[in-house]
């Protein structure tokens, strides 16, 4: 039998047509539901007399627009308010499990769904949000889609799909002491650039991602979009079943067994032939800290903002001057010079349990700097409860901290968590577009122990010489 | 709701059909440009499917109090009433929100020309009737320095020959996947499509093992 990659096994699995020169007609496994893409979705079906065909493999919840203090108030702003109703609206007209703002599973969606064992190998998951390729961290296909994607899969339980390119980043050695998933993700998208993947489906390999927790692929595939990448794919192992087995919805006895006979199948199969492979070394991975509008705008902690001069093409060197004007930076100058009004810790690149223990070994026993207002947002309700059992709560309260409710919540500043104009963010969230934390605000990308150690400098350090102080 | 998102079940036509466009174009000098940029994001807020035209590009487009910035292209004579917008590598990164292209083509975009698009993008523009075209990264250099000498240069896009001509007999072929060429040019609604597999569907169901259980 030919040689497959993972990718190819997990589609040619999901496979209900395929012919020439048409897209091929894919069956979706999990179908996530969020506030922001959803509600026209759900006016389509109706204004079509349209039903929702597999409401069983459909879940959501509220991650975008929900404040992430005061639950037990009305959510003051209107618009998100009516988003918010409306998706609640919605999934009861059309039959559909929802985790809502009071309920204990709550939280940002890719947070949410692995930890309840929803997302498991080999599964084709969609979702109308382009984080999504966090899920391939368990071995899944899962790609962000439209609004007029979301209604059709609504519909239909199925996508018309053109295969994507494969491409293996294997990642050889492993992470040097102090440095983290997110800071080799940063370095990867840095040296390949923010558009190297498009149309690709990346297969993660190598030592140094073997040793990553789950979180931690989470965190990298979770950030294959900002290359470009159609979707991004660890395969499963030891540490993905074990993860699996705590979810509620995961699979029991029998079925478990069952799962876990075709779960051992998936891996990219000795000999099996990538459309394109690069290699990167783990080994020579620093703290990173964006400096740019894009997360491709990356250096060490012990390095400089680059002169725009110094890129090849015009384009770029243009792209570069207008970050470092929106950014407020000289060139030359270096990192850790630079400081910090914020320090936002959550999203769904780093809120889970592993990234608030690594923020909260920094900060214990210290204080944020003065100047520095610091927001920790736990990824979901249980996660919070894990880290309130851990009195990781308590580090943080005790620092000076603000402990939230979980959501989306500053990555986007869609729920009035926001960064003031010309203020600056340490954010251990996925983009730092122009805009994106709120108008005028200006994000440096860092994993969550760079920038609980900002919190305390107040100006980027090297994590490794703070040091972990518990 | 607009007449062309009228839905049929029977994979007749749902939207407006395309099959050419003249209009202005209006250069975007700017590589990656992500979809924060085209939508921001307090405008996504909104759950209606119309009306976002007036957000599109907000931040570079209004200042601070909601004064529109001269600076910007497209508030500048003679690119208010483009209708191709000529962009640069990359554009449409990030963000999935349909929104982005909701906006563009309220404002009244549509066509989008670019060496590369976001993916996720590109397939949103698709299923509203926004016609992204790819050219060589050369060719759009070209059209940019067209653009660039005569401003309010008009360029018919044909999609049916896929070919976009210019003034003085300038013909630049492009290349389009057929299906979705004429997917396009029929205003197919694949839900409709889709329906017509049913059978086949329901065969693999069957088959195919889900491990999880919602309830």
């Given at each position: 039998?030919?040689?497959?990659?993972?990718?190819?096994?997990?589609?040619?699995?999901?496979?209900?047509?395929?012919?020439?020169?048409?897209?091929?007609?894919?069956?979706?496994?999990?179908?996530?539901?969020?506030d922001?893409?959803?509600?026209?979705?759900?006016?389509?079906?109706?204004?079509?007399?349209?039903?929702?065909?597999?409401?069983?493999?459909?879940?959501?919840t509220v991650d975008h627009s929900v404040p992430t203090m005061d639950r037990d108030k009305p959510i003051a702003d209107?618009?998100a308010?009516?988003?918010v109703?409306?998706?609640?609206?919605?999934?009861?007209?059309?039959?559909?499990?929802?985790f809502d703002l009071f309920s204990d599973s709550q939280g940002i969606v890719h947070v949410i769904?692995?930890?309840?064992?929803?997302?498991?190998?080999?599964?084709?998951?969609?979702?109308?949000?382009?984080?999504?390729?966090?899920?391939?961290?368990?071995?899944?296909?899962?790609?962000?889609?439209?609004?007029?994607?979301?209604?059709?899969?609504?519909?239909?339980?199925?996508?018309?799909?053109?295969?994507?390119?494969?491409?293996?980043?294997?990642?050889?050695?492993?992470?040097?002491?102090?440095?983290?998933?997110?800071?080799?993700?940063?370095?990867?998208?840095?040296?390949?650039?923010?558009?190297?993947?498009?149309?690709?489906?990346?297969?993660?390999?190598?030592?140094?991602?073997?040793?990553?927790?789950?979180?931690?692929?989470?965190?990298?595939?979770?950030?294959?979009?900002?290359?470009?990448?159609?979707?991004?794919?660890?395969?499963?192992?030891?540490?993905?079943?074990?993860?699996?087995?705590?979810?509620?919805?995961?699979?029991?006895?029998?079925?478990?067994?069952?799962?876990?006979?075709?779960?051992?199948?998936?891996?990219?199969?000795?000999?099996?032939?990538?459309?394109?492979?690069?290699?990167?070394?783990?080994?020579?991975?620093?703290?990173?800290?964006?400096?740019?509008?894009?997360?491709?705008?990356?250096?060490?902690?012990?390095?400089?903002?680059?002169?725009?001069?110094?890129?090849?093409?015009?384009?770029?060197?243009?792209?570069?001057?207008?970050?470092?004007?929106?950014?407020?930076?000289?060139?030359?100058?270096?990192?850790?010079?630079?400081?910090?009004d914020v320090v936002f810790i959550g999203s769904c690149t780093n809120s889970r349990i592993?990234d608030l223990r690594a923020a909260a070994?920094?900060v214990?026993?210290?204080?944020r700097?003065?100047?520095v207002r610091a927001v920790v947002v736990p990824g979901s309700q249980r996660v919070k409860k894990q880290a309130e059992a851990e009195h990781l709560d308590k580090i943080f309260i005790e620092a000076g901290f603000e402990w939230r409710e979980p959501g989306c919540s500053m990555c986007i500043g869609m729920n009035g968590d926001e960064v003031p104009?010309?203020?600056?963010c340490a954010s251990t969230s996925?983009?730092?577009?122009?805009?994106?934390q709120g108008?005028?605000a200006?994000?440096?990308?860092?994993?969550p122990?760079?920038a609980a150690?900002?919190a305390?400098?107040?100006?980027?350090?090297?994590?490794?010489?703070?040091?972990?102080?518990? | 709701?607009?007449?062309?998102?009228?839905?049929?079940?029977?994979?007749?036509?749902?939207?407006?059909?395309?099959?050419?466009?003249?209009?202005?174009?209006?250069?975007?000098?700017?590589?990656?440009?992500?979809?924060?940029?085209?939508?921001?994001?307090?405008?996504?807020?909104?759950?209606?499917?119309?009306?976002?035209?007036?957000?599109?590009?907000?931040?570079?487009?209004?200042?601070?109090?909601?004064?529109?910035?001269?600076?910007?292209?497209?508030?500048?004579?003679?690119?208010?009433?483009?209708?191709?917008?000529?962009?640069?590598?990359?554009?449409?990164?990030?963000?999935?929100?349909?929104?982005?292209?909701?906006?563009?083509?309220?404002?009244?975009?549509?066509?989008?020309?670019?060496?590369?698009?976001?993916?996720?993008?590109?397939?949103?523009?698709?299923?509203?009737?926004?016609?992204?075209?790819?050219?060589?990264?050369?060719?759009?250099?070209?059209?940019?320095?067209?653009?660039?000498?005569?401003?309010?240069?008009?360029?018919?896009?044909?999609?049916?020959?896929?070919?976009?001509?210019?003034?003085?007999?300038?013909?630049?072929?492009?290349?389009?996947?057929?299906?979705?060429?004429?997917?396009?040019?029929?205003?197919?609604?694949?839900?409709?499509?889709?329906?017509?597999?049913?059978?086949?569907?329901?065969?693999?169901?069957?088959?195919?093992?889900?491990?999880?259980?919602?309830?």
């Open positions: 039998m030919k040689p497959k990659t993972l990718y190819e096994k997990i589609w040619e699995k999901h496979l209900i047509i395929e012919e020439q020169g048409k897209p091929s007609l894919l069956f979706i496994d999990l179908h996530l539901l969020i922001t893409s959803s509600p026209q979705a759900f006016d389509g079906l109706r204004l079509a007399g349209r039903r929702v065909r597999r409401p069983d493999l459909t879940v959501a209107d618009l308010r009516r988003q109703e409306a998706l609640i609206r919605n999934c009861k007209e059309f039959g559909i499990k929802v769904s692995p930890e309840l064992g929803l997302t498991l190998p080999g599964q084709i998951i969609v979702c109308g949000d382009s984080h999504t390729s966090t899920h391939g961290a368990f071995g899944a296909l899962a790609f962000g889609i439209g609004t007029s994607e979301v209604e059709h899969v609504l519909a239909t339980q199925c996508l018309p799909q053109f295969k994507s390119k494969t491409l293996e980043i294997r990642v050889d050695n492993r992470l040097p002491f102090g440095t983290t998933a997110k800071d080799l993700i940063l370095s990867i998208i840095g040296k390949f650039g923010t558009d190297f993947a498009n149309g690709h489906v990346i297969e993660y390999r190598g030592e140094a991602i073997r040793e990553l927790s789950m979180e931690g692929r989470m965190t990298i595939c979770n950030m294959s979009i900002e290359m470009g990448a159609r979707a991004g794919l660890v395969a499963p192992d030891e540490k993905t079943f074990e993860y699996i087995q705590k979810g509620v919805y995961a699979p029991k006895g029998e079925l478990w067994d069952e799962a876990m006979k075709e779960w051992q199948t998936l891996h990219t199969d000795e000999g099996a032939v990538f459309d394109r492979s690069v290699t990167f070394d783990a080994s020579a991975v620093e703290p990173q800290v964006t400096w740019g509008i894009n997360p491709s705008m990356v250096t060490g902690i012990n390095g400089r903002v680059p002169d725009p001069d110094s890129f090849a093409t015009s384009e770029e060197r243009q792209l570069a001057k207008r970050a470092l004007d929106y950014m407020g930076l000289k060139p030359g100058t270096p990192m850790t010079d630079i400081p910090v592993e070994a920094v214990k026993g210290r204080r700097h003065p100047n104009p010309g203020k600056r996925n983009r730092n577009f122009e805009g994106r108008r005028g200006r994000t440096h990308l860092v994993s122990a760079m150690a900002a305390i400098a107040g100006h980027f350090v090297d994590v490794r010489e703070f040091g972990a102080n518990g | 709701m607009c007449a062309n998102l009228a839905r049929t079940d029977e994979g007749g036509s749902r939207l407006e059909p395309f099959l050419e466009h003249e209009g202005i174009v209006v250069p975007l000098d700017r590589i990656s440009v992500d979809t924060d940029a085209i939508m921001p994001k307090e405008f996504i807020k909104r759950i209606e499917r119309t009306g976002f035209g007036q957000f599109l590009f907000y931040y570079w487009r209004f200042d601070e109090n909601g004064e529109p910035r001269p600076d910007f292209i497209l508030n500048r004579e003679p690119y208010r009433s483009g209708t191709i917008l000529l962009a640069r590598k990359n554009f449409g990164c990030g963000s999935s929100r349909e929104h982005a292209p909701w906006g563009l083509q309220d404002y009244g975009f549509k066509v989008l020309i670019a060496p590369s698009f976001g993916d996720i993008f590109y397939n949103n523009c698709l299923k509203i009737g926004l016609l992204p075209v790819v050219l060589a990264e050369e060719e759009v250099d070209r059209l940019f320095r067209m653009a660039a000498e005569k401003p309010g240069m008009r360029l018919k896009v044909d999609l049916q020959n896929t070919v976009i001509r210019g003034e003085e007999g300038v013909e630049i072929p492009f290349g389009m996947d057929p299906f979705r060429r004429e997917q396009l040019m029929l205003g197919l609604d694949d839900i409709g499509l889709t329906h017509r597999y049913e059978d086949r569907i329901r065969e693999f169901e069957r088959s195919h093992k889900i491990y999880y259980r919602l309830n």
